[in-house]
């Protein structure tokens, strides 16, 4: 906006400058505020998915459209004319009878290991460890372009971004995508959208050998669908419960907030924020809203799913555990008690020679220093 060049002629150069320059027009302040939500939203996808999907997103005319899936699964065909590809894929191949080790051990180069994979989903469902969290972005969109199927088959498990010792928690929207995984290994539901089952589950090393709490797989969705009865206090008490927080104003990942009968809410595994609009109980409409400005956009969404923000569920039955816990340890009021006479007295009289003789040192060796 407010960008270009004059037309040629005598005074092309200052028409341009003044142009550049000069103030909006009339048509150009009546785009400006739906103009400066997208400026928002292009530096929102810059900070969370890079420069290049941004400038893919927001230069272009019309929305770029991704390398179509399932686009090389005729060269797939092809391969399979190939006996010993085709004996990996359909599990011809003999296991060795080993009780130590029955792996077997397959040399494929590396632009041959997504087709492998595709190809092998066919029969069963496949399981890809790979070295790191990028190798696994990269694996994924690859396995899709060779698998003719449903593009949503393939996941990827990705692995907290905290270490171990760290006394920080992984970010909302790694805590969602995993739990996403988590519900659809243990309850896929054929035809699904959302919680359809997994073909192909991509994860770097560390996502293995992770510890993961028990249950997590059947944490109960929380789900808003158009024209489906839902209580406003009961869904925000979940929200509350899968660890969103609850704010006034709706910014980042992870929040919501009620205003009358309308809840907006960020879950981390959408690009924008929803607003839900209740009739009742009754879930009226479900749009994407701009969190710059706070208006809505697009047309209606039929579903949207809330995954949990935090893996460890605050049940009941957590935080009774986390009670019987507490007790063994002393209260705050018994630590701040002040230190007995006697153990100060002590650790007075065997500092104090040492003090005494640095001090005195200090005096000899700077004796122009006033002390």
């Given at each position: ?191 699904s959208k959302l919680f359809g089952p997994i073909r192909i589950l991509v994860m770097p090393v560390r996502s293995l050998i992770q510890p993961v709490v028990a249950g997590l797989g059947d944490v109960e969705p929380l789900v808003f669908s158009q024209g ?86 605050l049940t009941e039955k957590v935080r009774v555990r986390a009670k019987s816990l507490i007790a063994p340890f002393q209260t705050p009021k018994t630590c701040l008690n002040p230190l007995p006479t006697p153990f100060l007295s002590k650790a007075w009289n ?22």
């Amino acid at each position: 906006m407010g960008v270009g060049h004059a037309q040629r002629g005598a005074h092309a150069h200052d028409n341009t400058v003044n142009w550049v320059l000069g103030g909006f027009g009339p048509d150009q302040r009546k785009q400006l505020p739906e103009f400066l939500a997208d400026g928002a939203d292009a530096a929102e996808t810059i900070i969370f998915n890079g420069l290049a999907k941004a400038q893919e997103q927001f230069n272009a005319a019309e929305p770029v459209q991704l390398p179509t899936s399932g686009s090389l699964a005729g060269i797939l065909d092809v391969l399979e004319t190939d006996e010993d590809f085709r004996a990996l894929i359909s599990d011809e191949i003999e296991v060795p009878e080993s009780d130590i080790d029955p792996s077997i051990t397959v040399g494929v180069p590396e632009g041959l290991r997504p087709a492998l994979a595709a190809g092998a989903a066919g029969t069963r469902p496949v399981v890809l460890v790979v070295a790191s969290g990028r190798e696994a972005e990269e694996m994924v969109e690859a396995i899709r372009s060779w698998y003719s199927g449903d593009p949503n088959d393939v996941a990827q498990l990705e692995a907290w971004e905290t270490l171990p010792h760290e006394r920080l928690s992984p970010r909302a929207d790694t805590v969602a995508s995993r739990m996403a995984v988590f519900r659809r290994l243990m309850h896929p539901q054929e035809g699904s959208k959302l919680f359809g089952p997994i073909r192909i589950l991509v994860m770097p090393v560390r996502s293995l050998i992770q510890p993961v709490v028990a249950g997590l797989g059947d944490v109960e969705p929380l789900v808003f669908s158009q024209g489906e009865e839902l209580a406003l206090d009961e869904a925000s008490h979940r929200l509350v419960e899968n660890a969103y927080t609850r704010v006034d104003l709706v910014m980042d990942r992870g929040e919501f907030a009620v205003r009358g009968g309308i809840i907006d809410v960020f879950p981390p595994t959408l690009p924008h924020p929803v607003r839900i609009e209740f009739f009742g109980d009754e879930i009226d409409t479900i749009k994407e809203f701009h969190a710059s400005d706070q208006r809505t956009y697009g047309s209606d969404i039929p579903m949207v799913w809330a995954t949990p923000c935090r893996e460890l569920q605050l049940t009941e039955k957590v935080r009774v555990r986390a009670k019987s816990l507490i007790a063994p340890f002393q209260t705050p009021k018994t630590c701040l008690n002040p230190l007995p006479t006697p153990f100060l007295s002590k650790a007075w009289n065997r500092c104090f020679p040492h003090w005494s003789m640095i001090w005195n040192r200090c005096r000899a060796c700077f004796p122009s220093v006033r002390w």
